[in-house]
């Protein structure tokens, strides 16, 4: 019986500028996810097609973005290798791929209004700096004010471990 490692966070943050200058809007995934199911989108590894890690389980459209909950493969070496560096705090990162099906522009800035998710991975960087891991899943996703508390919650646990350390 294959052993998995569960992780949960947000895969994309709505309405935010990332660091290419694209906004994703709310629902811009909403029809692809609807066509494909969260089975379709991998999991992997620093964007590598070839190297999956695991699976999603389900994504949820939230007031703050697109929250992932998905699991890890143990059987996999790069997969024990990444729940480890999670496990440790050493990286936290989520990044999605994407094709774009429907944009526009404002000013500097591209609005994602419709895309196809095709991917998302862990990673060291993430363009979009709030796209992040949360330690459990969040019951309060709806609630952005609930989010950003429970994320600086997060943040402060991980904080403190690394001074106690």
Known sequence: MAEFFPIYGW???YDEADLNGDIVMRGAFRQSLAENGAGAVKLLYQHTAETPIGRWLKFEERGRGLYAEGELLLATQTAREVAALIDANI??????GFRTR???????ARLIMQADLWEVSVVTFPMA???RLVSAPSVAGTNT???NVLAFADHVRRAAKILSA
């Open 145 to 147: 004010e609930t989010d």
């Open 11 to 13: 895969a994309a943050i």
């Open 102 to 108: 429907k944009s526009r522009r404002q000013g500097a």
């Open 91 to 96: 990286i936290d990162g989520l990044s999605i």
């Open 129 to 131: 700096p709030k796209a």
